[in-house]
């Protein structure tokens, strides 16, 4: 696929990203995923609570509860109850990763991420870059 045309594509699955993240109910941060192979989504996700919990993320003291689960580790939590495999697959967030899910990118066999804006912390962007997985950052004005 030429360079211009899986930018367009990047573009397209980020902003898809961008309202999945909508659908969290997290009122401190609303993050998306989603995961694709061969062009084709595999798999989305939100940070939010595990399943059968309340659907509140942040504690009386407006910190983020520690059971709750980023959106990346709900979109490979949900590939891996299915029958897909995200081998060589893309990872789109419009959030970069933390360092506890840029393991679970690495070991999932997610081989690229594209995402559209910065966490604090780049320790996760640095622990992929080493596994050799690619990284784009691309921000999407939306």
């Known amino acids: 696929m030429s360079d211009k045309k899986q930018r367009r594509y990047d573009i397209a699955y980020l902003k898809m990203a961008k309202e999945w993240s909508k659908l969290s109910y997290c009122k401190r941060k ?3 995923a989603l995961i694709v192979k061969g062009k084709m989504i595999i798999s989305d996700g939100y940070n939010g609570t595990p399943t059968g919990f309340d659907n509140c993320c942040e504690d009386e003291n407006n910190n983020t509860k520690w059971h709750v689960l980023h959106a990346e580790a709900n979109a490979i939590l949900k590939v891996a109850s299915s029958t897909q495999g995200c081998n060589k697959a893309t990872l789109y967030l419009t959030l970069s990763p933390c360092k506890d899910c840029s ?23 640095e622990f992929l870059k080493k596994a ?3 990284i784009l950052y691309l921000p999407i004005n939306e």
């Open 30 to 32: 609303q993050v998306g």
């Open 103 to 125: 393991k679970l990118i690495h070991q999932s066999g997610i081989k690229r991420v594209v995402y559209s804006d910065a966490y604090k912390d780049t320790t996760g962007l």
């Open 132 to 134: 050799n997985v690619e």
